[in-house]
């Protein structure tokens, strides 16, 4: 599945994300189904987050790993109830991990793709979009919490969630043939909110140190060097297959995902820094900000290097490196 | 990844093909290496055809089965060495699979995706185009086996495969900083046997009967439903996870994947084949065949249909059904 990134422009989108409320057809966000009795088994199985206090209808991002700690993907893992959880995901094939896993460890689970296609309403109007839609109730849920609401007899799952810092919700449509409709109403809805469409935006992403897999991780990442331990729970008394991994590597990863400012718009810089004609450095991500008149980026740092260093030179220009997120200090 | 389909036009490419010789980029056929003690046993659990007699440098065509009995891909099993393997993939995560598959079983083995390019020259003159380059020891090679050769000092795999009837070799390029000159060295040595650039080719496939998986195949299709029941080894003592299913279901499954043969040309037909207001079928694959003359479709059809029917109507169009690969017969 394709998904669109631009719709009036990466620039004119963002500041319609930040100013208004869109409508993100995420149907490509696929959600993993696993449900049974040993479902939570599973799910805890492949996370390293403690999953045992999740409340029914509660989402947690939940990072995955393989017994190397690498991660395989970073989902937001739902339970619907004991025996049923939906992982959220981002890119990658987990069905075929958990079936794997689920297979290996002879779990009784099944594992599947359910008919669910997301919807995000997104932006700081969204809140009062969608109540026009559910009404009042959902003003009452918390940040990854959710609900059931009905939407023309079909009732569906949402979610106080999304992949943006402006807050807003998450619709998760089970009927495909009520999509043009919910598309339409919400739309109807939100005229005098100048409701638009939108997708996850890059530049506010990276301004708010959402990190993209694929782009900033994949399974050759683990959650320290991408600044996720505070989803490992490495105390835990947990059955997680990554943990035994995870303990070892802890505090002795040697690179680190890091911001970098640079106070000038330059061209999009070359993916690899060097520092005395060695790799030290590889950008994942970068855009302009227009909003703090800054270039910014991911890059994945070698840790030795930044001992020594608070700054570096990509493509012959001075970047300040940060951490991420980054700081309101560092972006005014 | 993404593939490119055509070139000069779907047509124009098919004749090519089939009376000249191709070089198709098909790095996106992405290999999974299984590698170590148990890498033979995980690559027999995944597959239910028996892989006990193949030899180093052969590859076997082996669709990989779910404990359900559904087929998670159709890829070449290349064995190396006893403790390295390739499967050389359709379009499935199957990495992630065997990895999962290999954390539960507690299997001792490396599963991952080696940079491997492969390179396919297909087409009748393929066999002279790749012996000027290798030599004629190619020639010696027989199908679904291969041997090392050199490229500019870098030794990689060379197989008689590829994913067409009109013969030709495949080369698992390992150095991607030789791609170009390779593809180079293809297109000076085949000048004069008219080389053209290409990839798999949605006419020739389809008269040929060759699958594609994402279309015709998926895993909610079992073996049996897509006639690759030769391939499967039921009586086999071989510790293979699809097996128990495979078996219960044999011979009882329902659909059946057939060829529909149109006598004219028609505009391309509804996915859905109804008989009496009932959805009896359905098309997976379709194309106008310029050679025969005839348009050509595959359908997963009802077993009780087929059982009193040997014609059914498609769009108020009558068409032949038959079974696959295509008989000359049912083609000329």
Not at 189 to 206: A, K, M, Q, T, W
Not at 261 to 269: A, G, M
Request: proline residues 5%; hydrophobic residues 40%.
């Amino acid at each position: 599945m394709l998904l669109a990134t631009e719709f009036s422009g990466l620039e004119e989108d963002y500041w319609h994300l930040c100013e208004h409320v869109q409508v993100w057809d995420v149907s490509v966000e696929r959600q993993v189904e696993i449900r049974g009795p040993d479902a939570m088994r599973l799910v805890q199985l492949m996370t390293p987050r403690d999953i045992s206090k999740t409340q029914d209808l509660q989402g947690r991002y939940a990072p995955l790993c393989n017994p190397q700690g690498g991660i395989v993907n970073d989902p937001i893992a739902i339970r619907h109830s004991e025996q049923r959880w939906w992982l959220s995901l981002a890119d990658s094939d987990v069905k075929l991990w958990a079936q794997g896993l689920a297979t290996g460890f002879q779990l009784d689970v099944d594992v599947f793709e359910p008919e669910v296609y997301p919807l995000a309403v997104q932006g700081p109007k969204a809140e009062e979009l969608v109540s026009r839609l559910f009404g009042d109730r959902i003003k009452g849920i918390r940040f990854f919490r959710g609900e059931m609401f009905e939407f023309k007899g079909c009732s569906m799952y949402v979610a106080r969630s999304g992949w943006s810092k402006q807050g807003g919700f998450e619709i998760y449509l089970n009927n495909a043939d009520l999509a043009e409709d919910l598309w339409d109403e919400l739309y109807k809805l939100g005229e005098d909110l100048n409701v638009g469409p939108g997708s996850p935006n890059l530049i506010e992403r990276v301004e708010s140190g959402l990190l993209s897999f694929g782009s900033d991780i994949d399974d050759s990442i683990n959650p320290f060097e991408c600044g996720l331990d505070s989803f490992i729970n490495l105390d835990a008394d947990i059955e997680s297959l990554s943990l035994p991994a995870l303990r070892r590597i802890a505090g002795k990863h040697r690179k680190q995902l890091m911001g970098l400012v640079i106070d000038s718009k330059v061209d999009r810089l070359s993916p690899i820094i060097t520092f005395k004609n060695k790799k030290i450095g590889e950008v994942t991500s970068q855009c302009w900000s227009p909003r703090y008149r800054k270039y910014l980026a991911f890059a994945m740092m070698d840790r030795a290097f930044l001992e020594n260093h608070s700054t570096v030179e990509v493509d012959g220009i001075d970047a300040r490196i940060s951490s991420l997120p980054f700081s309101a200090d560092e972006l005014n």
